[in-house]
């Protein structure tokens, strides 16, 4: 298991779920006091597969010729999840595809381009695999049944289950401090139990 508590890892339960618009609240206030990597990570079952995000997808993903892919975002207008990231205020943005069964290669090429001592925050279920980060959390869209299968795997890791209605959080991002170069909630709540989540049909 990889340590790197100067990540923040940021899972979700289910679709739409508010993790990129909780990380990019996260990175405009704390981005005028310290230098935030925005990282994406997506995890591909199978080489020419299905599309991880479910329907027939763009192929983007699937048609990666190694067993990684590791990439610079430079877009910071755009609609996309790294996209939104940089616009935010990250000083840098990467987003890694990587086959599902070299997720431990990806993740030290993901951190060695981040730097082992620089703050991050990634978006990744699969991830929590491999990296044990400084927080974990993940988020589910309130009234949305059912958990996806790569969050079932690492949902009990979760530091905290933060709910989204649409409009608001449960768990507000002025309750996440950096504290020594590293993650930390502010609340010290105990970890919450995978149990209380019903799995996906």
């Not at 925005?38 to 048609?63: D, L, Q």
């Not at 939104?84 to 030290?108: C, K, P, T």
């Not at 993901?110 to 927080?135: H, K, M, Y």
């Amino acid at each position: 298991m990889i340590c790197a508590p100067h990540m923040l890892m940021i899972g979700a339960a289910n679709r739409n779920s508010g993790k990129t618009t909780f990380a990019c609240a996260l990175i405009r206030r704390l981005a005028a006091a310290a230098s935030i990597t925005g990282a994406k990570v997506t995890a591909i079952r199978e080489r020419g597969g299905a599309c991880p995000r479910g329907g027939a997808g763009c192929g983007v993903c699937t048609s990666i010729e190694g067993n990684f892919l590791l990439t610079e975002e430079t877009d910071g207008s755009g609609a996309k999840d790294t996209q939104r990231l940089l616009g935010s205020g990250a000083h840098r943005v990467f987003w890694l595809r990587v086959l599902h069964a070299d997720i431990e290669a990806g993740a030290h090429a993901l951190l060695d381009a981040v730097g082992r001592n620089s703050l991050v925050i990634c978006e990744s279920n699969s991830l929590r695999r491999v990296v044990t980060p400084g927080v974990f959390l993940v988020f589910q869209h309130a009234g949305v049944s059912g958990v996806k299968q790569s969050a079932r795997e690492v949902i009990a890791h979760a530091d905290r289950i933060v709910r989204f209605d649409g409009r608001a959080f449960d768990f507000g991002p002025e309750r996440i401090a950096v504290q020594n170069g590293q993650w930390r909630l502010l609340d010290g709540e105990d970890r919450v139990e995978s149990t209380q989540y019903r799995s996906a049909p």
